[in-house]
């Protein structure tokens, strides 16, 4: 009994001497702990021998998980007690030693030091028994991290939670689960105060006033180099100005100062003309045209269209992989597109490209050709078909059936034009060159569809002719308004509508509305047309008003394509129908672009009136007067017939007629005139003939 009294007593001083942290460590007070245990063991002692054990054993499960090496230091300790059990000490010291110990035991039944004697409750005293259940009670994540300060961590959350001021042990003593939620709840804290901050930061940085450059400071600016940074930071925080005006503006600016100057920049960063630059702000807004212009000078992706006629896209795709070229079918609604990312190889001079397989050609000029949707055995009019790439296409929908007529104004353009046909196998083309807007005098009545590119300012291709910027002004713009106008109704006269077709497409590769819905809206005026669905799911409806104009309702079935939002060049497609053959007047006129045209429409009406009642009133004078001069002229003669004297006068008269004969040189050399005149041609050498 003695020996296993000992073997606790060891243990239990041993646990004891481990679990002190930071106090001094004395021989002493370790042997006066060792003759305590072994003096009395009393049921009191064997009580704390248990608890001691079960704590060596919970000390045990936790230093498995310490870095440092815990065994070894047990070890040193535990030598250190056999060394002070086994030493020479005085039976007198053992004895008050012994007397100190049951003092200490006796007192530590009242207070926190149960096991320990006075003179080393100092360093052996543990605070509490909430560090260890805390380190018991330690996350997995915790001991996964391997670090020498685990104990000492456990000890500053224990530190932390008393400052906390929590009063109440069982507030203190707290779960894993619990534990980590509070760490939640503070965590949710600090970033509501970081947002909380973040967000009144924003609000101050919003709200600032943008300081808009005063007259002296542009002409200051006029003698210097703005960078293109400055530049986009002054674009910047003009339109943020202009998002928030009411709150953001500068005290004594209007919005149109504003505008103004953030017309001028983007004109000055982006290289247009003002004017132009001014039209775009009134078709999209500010924010929307630093879009548009900051698109149209990024380059449009290559594609290509696969023909048909002798390849199939899946064949033709193949055969380009295999060069190594990248690419990628165009989009869902085309099945002969194929967009090109990169290509090591020349795309216009490949052995596919030179057999016909497929034609350079922007996904945008598609379109027109898909809302005419021509079927085979049909007769089409292309009045602008060079080069050939739309001719090509409609060529390829009709299967090689039917007749088309492509013409062009310049016979040098239809050069290029022949030679697509010929490259790519089409057989149903027949190429002219006729001014169009004399076409449907020319051929009225003779085409089931009629496709019509006209010829227009450019504003949408800006990133493939980048003269664009500074060449075209809003005057050419309207020039070319007249003609676009001539030739459409002239394509509608071409139109038969008799067979069940009388369908004309109208495209524009401009985004301007003067070119594109305020000519439809006059012919929808001029001729008995309706517009109808051009049967293209993508691209933006038309504008059914502009500024102070207002136009037909049905033009929100045309589309329009922009470079910043669909990834085309600009484009814009309209579909019309032919109903018959009238012609509404100008007093018939169901739906006028403007009030402007409506006046002119009267007056213009009201002067031809005019002048047609004046042209009545002088040809009904003027036969009158005919009329009289023919009777006073036969009366006369008549007269002059029954007298003789009228006879004998008029004989003379009429020998001195004949007495003046023409001259002979003056009628030989007007023969002679005609003559050469009539023979100019003969002049002409003649051509061999092939029998000779």
Known sequence: LGRKINKKGRGSTAAAVTTAKGGKKTKKGAAAA?????????????????????????RSSRSKRRPIDEDEREVDEEEEVDDQYNGTSDSSDSEDDADDSDDSHREGKKGSNKFFSDENADWLKPKSKKP??????????????????????????????DASGDASDDSDELLEVERQSRLIDREMELEEAEAEEEYRR?????????????????????????????????IDAILEVLADFKSRREQGRSRSDYVDQLQSDMAELFGYLPELVEHFLSMFGPAETLEFLTASDSPRPLVIRT????????????????????????????????????????????????SGHYMLQSAASMCPVMALSPQPNERVLDMSAAPGGKTSYLAQLMRNTGSIVANDLKPDRQKATVANMHRLGVRNVITCAYDGR???????????????DAPCSGLGVISRDPSVKV???????????????????????????????????????????????????????????????????????????????????????????????????????????????????????????????????????????????????????????????KATAREEERKKRVSGESNSEEKPA???????????????????????????????????????
């Not at 919003?206 to 180099?225: C, I, K, N, Q």
């Not at 003056?666 to 002679?672: A, D, I, L, N, P």
């Open 34 to 58: 060792v003759e305590r245990k072994m003096s009395k063991p009393s049921r009191s002692s064997n009580a704390s021998i248990r608890s001691e054990s079960r704590k060596n054993t919970s």
């Open 307 to 354: 023909n048909t006629l002798k390849a199939r896209r899946k064949d033709l795709a193949a055969a380009l992989l295999k060069r190594g070229v990248t690419l990628d079918p165009l989009a869902s609604w085309s099945k002969v597109g194929l967009k090109i990312s990169e290509s090591p190889v020349p795309v216009g001079a490949t052995p596919e490209y030179l």
């Open 471 to 629: 060449q075209r002004t809003m005057a050419d713009v309207h020039r070319t308004v007249v003609l676009q106008k001539e030739i459409l109704l002239s394509a509608i006269d071409a139109l038969s509508y008799k067979r069940g077709g009388g369908y004309v497409v109208y495209s524009t590769c401009s985004v301007s509305v003067a070119e594109n819905e305020e000519v439809v809206n006059y012919v929808l005026g001029k001729r008995d047309v309706k517009l109808v669905d051009a049967g293209l799911d993508f691209g933006k409806p038309g504008f059914t008003r502009y500024q102070h104009k207002r136009f037909h309702p049905s033009l929100a079935l045309t589309r329009r394509f922009y470079p910043h939002v669909h990834n085309f060049d600009g484009f814009y497609v309209a579909k019309l129908k032919k109903l018959s053959d009238k012609r509404p007047g100008e007093d018939e006129k169901i739906y006028p672009a403007s009030a402007e045209e409506t006046a002119d429409a009267d007056e213009a009406g009201s002067d031809n009136e005019v002048a047609a009642r004046e042209k009545k009133s002088t040809s009904k004078k003027e036969r009158q007067g005919a009329a009289t001069k």
């Open 132 to 161: 260890q259940k805390q380190q018991l009670m330690s996350s997995s994540d915790d001991d996964s991290d391997g670090d020498d300060d685990d104990e000492f961590a456990a000890k500053d959350d224990y530190d932390e939670s």
């Open 654 to 692: 009429k020998k001195a007629k004949n007495s003046v004969p023409p001259s002979v040189t003056h009628q030989s050399g007007s023969k002679k005139k005609r003559k050469q005149a009539n023979n100019a041609k003969v002049t002409k050498p003649r051509r061999m003939k092939l029998g000779m």
């Open 438 to 452: 004399k076409l449907g005098k020319l051929w009225p009545n003779k085409f089931d569809k009629v496709l019509l």
């Open 202 to 234: 924003t609000i101050a940085q919003s709200t600032a006033v943008f300081h808009l450059p005063t007259l002296e400071e542009l002409e200051d600016d006029e003698d210097r180099v703005v960078p293109p940074t400055e530049l986009r930071e002054r």
